[in-house]
């Protein structure tokens, strides 16, 4: 997706990684050709195409070619523009790949070049891949120039330092690249993501666009939304999403003893943390939690035993924000990796980059001094967060439900069926239709809730809120998986398929159900926006 920078195994593309190479492409000289000559050209020996104005030679390139040498002999490609052929078959990506534009030797004098990828940084121009407010001509009462500067500025970030590693990641399974999570840190990207508050003081906020008490909620916004357009699930959870919810427990219930051994560091990137509360018998339900604390004779210490399951970062966590059974009934507790905490790898359906852990805990001792909260308060600390938590969710899910919206509007202008394009076909259009209405209603109805978290104290948020981002919460995670089973419609197989054309539909398809179950499953979610409603009816309110 423009958006969703490609790469395949053989291929980690992004618009950064081609600068090296430049010059030396820049610097070939390409022969001036007409159409007539390269017409010439058409043999299994001595082999020249047309793509997009630019003459390619595969004489040589024909026998390693992935899609075989027959597809390139057909009369209709050998020797003639196959502009159309190609982009219905590859995207733009392939040609950007230094190995193959090394195959390009000429341009058809007088012609210039149609497509181009976008540059870092750059906005969409196709219709719905960007939210109005980024889209020409288009008029928000949300976002001032403030929020603009510094989209640019993290749309770039993210072009430049996170696609290329997000691609890169997804396809090894391994943890982010730490030159990335470093370079975020130095423009406190680890601790914006964390919403607005007291931690973003005395910092330097992406190079000083946005200072640290004008950082809002439309900013956090920005970044959820910037990061979602990467297309890695996985990755976008491996770049440490463990700390969005596993931190605040500790910056908003920690001892100050605590919180200034832990924070610091954990914002740097150079110690992860994770939140450990579901388990193999008890997800949503929190008090039916096994695991178990119970202090030692002394009182000073906390003994911990049980597992933990679906941990997102575990893997590689130093820190684990832990639900305990207790004597007084269920209270969080900071466990610190060390002698008997045991992470394990789980597999799920996106990739290992995540780090998700099976986690057992055995006779950990942890002083008394990093319990979070209340002993037996635990349920407050737990739900203190679950509404930036979910809000953050809905961020990332209509972002990425637009990205697909932008893939589909491609492939079916690009892609030809039964001699026409796709978008000629009433049903492609049709389930376009639903796709786009679908991304533009999350995302007006998201920018309305985080007006109102702008203007709300956290205790009006917690009351009017909860609710409304219940709803939002479920309505976009199921709106994200019609969309995504509408898309492997409109791309068929390829839709199925992890490389190619459709390699970010399967993505999305695969891992899209992931969305619908975090932070609450969606109907669990409707029902407490519906229960919220029904505690505020009036009590005078008849028909
Ligand atoms: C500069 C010229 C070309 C290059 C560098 C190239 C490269 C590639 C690459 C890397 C793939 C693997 C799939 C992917 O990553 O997208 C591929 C697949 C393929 N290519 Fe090409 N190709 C070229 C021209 C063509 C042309 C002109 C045709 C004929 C219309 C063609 C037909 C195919 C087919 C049928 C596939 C398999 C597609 C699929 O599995 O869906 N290629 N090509």
């Not at 949300?142 to 640019?152: D, G, L, T």
């Not at 919403?195 to 809002?216: A, S, Y």
């Not at 089973?485 to 054309?501: C, I, L, P």
């Not at 519906?530 to 008849?542: F, G, H, S, T, Y």
């Amino acid at each position: 997706m423009h958006s969703l920078t490609a790469g395949t195994k053989d291929f980690a593309y992004s618009p950064q990684s081609l600068s090296p190479f430049l010059p030396t492409i820049m610097s070939k000289q390409l022969k001036q050709l007409t159409r007539e000559e390269v017409a010439k050209h058409n043999k299994p020996d001595d082999l020249w195409i047309i793509v997009d104005a630019k003459v390619y030679d595969l004489s040589r390139f024909k026998s390693l070619h992935p899609g075989g040498i027959a597809a390139l002999l057909d009369d209709e490609v050998a020797g003639q523009d196959a502009t159309e052929a190609f982009f219905g078959l590859h995207r733009i990506e392939v040609l950007e790949k230094p190995q193959y534009q090394r195959l390009q030797i000429g341009v058809i004098e007088g012609e210039t070049s149609t497509y181009r990828p976008l540059v870092a940084g750059e906005l969409s121009k196709v219709p719905h891949a960007e939210p109005t407010w980024l889209s020409d001509g288009y008029f928000s009462p949300y976002y001032s120039e403030n929020h603009r500067q510094f989209q640019k500025a993290v749309r770039k970030f993210m072009d430049e330092y996170i696609s290329p590693d997000a691609q890169a990641r997804e396809e090894d399974g391994k943890k982010p690249d730490q030159s990335v999570l470093d370079k975020m840190a130095e423009v406190n990207l680890h601790a914006m993501r964390m919403g607005p508050g007291k931690h973003l003081q005395g910092r330097t906020l992406m190079g000083g666009i946005v200072k640290p008490e004008e950082f809002d909620y439309f900013h956090e916004l920005i970044i959820t939304q910037e990061f979602a357009r990467c297309g890695a699930r996985g990755y976008g959870d491996g770049l440490l999403g463990g700390k969005v919810i596993g931190l605040p427990p500790v910056i908003n219930f920690g001892s100050e003893e605590l919180k200034a051994r832990v924070v610091p560091d954990v914002l740097a990137a150079k110690k992860f943390i994770c939140l450990a509360i579901s388990e193999a018998q008890a997800g949503s339900d929190v008090m039916g939690l096994q695991t178990t604390a119970v202090k030692t004779e002394d009182g000073k210490h906390w003994i911990i035993n049980g597992s933990k399951k679906w941990i997102t970062n575990g893997v590689f966590a130093d820190y684990f924000t832990v639900g305990c059974k207790t004597e007084d009934g269920f209270t969080v507790i900071l466990v610190e990796r060390g002698p008997g905490v045991e992470t394990r790898q789980i597999k799920t359906s996106y990739s290992t980059t995540a780090g998700t852990a099976f986690i057992t805990f055995d006779n950990v001792r942890v002083p008394v001094g990093n319990t979070l909260g209340e002993e037996g308060g635990g349920i407050f600390v737990i739900l203190s967060n679950f509404n930036h938590e979910r809000w953050v969710m809905c961020c990332a899910s209509a972002r990425s439900q637009r990205a697909i919206v932008e893939e589909c509007l491609k492939w079916a202008t690009q892609r030809k069926a039964f001699g026409k394009p796709l978008t000629s076909l009433a049903v492609v259009r049709s389930k376009l239709a639903g796709m786009i209405e679908k991304a533009e209603s999350t995302q007006n109805w998201l920018e309305n809730i985080t007006y109102q978290m702008c203007n709300m104290t956290y205790k009006q948020q917690a009351s009017k809120l909860a609710g409304q981002i219940a709803f939002l919460k479920s309505y976009s995670t199921s709106c994200a998986q019609e969309t995504a089973r509408d898309a492997v419609q409109v791309f068929g197989g390829r839709g199925v398929t992890k490389t190619g054309m459709g390699r970010f539909i399967e993505h999305y398809h695969r891992t899209v159900p992931f969305d619908s179950l975090l932070g609450g499953t969606e109907d669990v979610l409707a029902d407490l926006g519906v229960r919220q409603a029904l505690r505020a009816m009036p009590a005078d309110a008849r028909l």
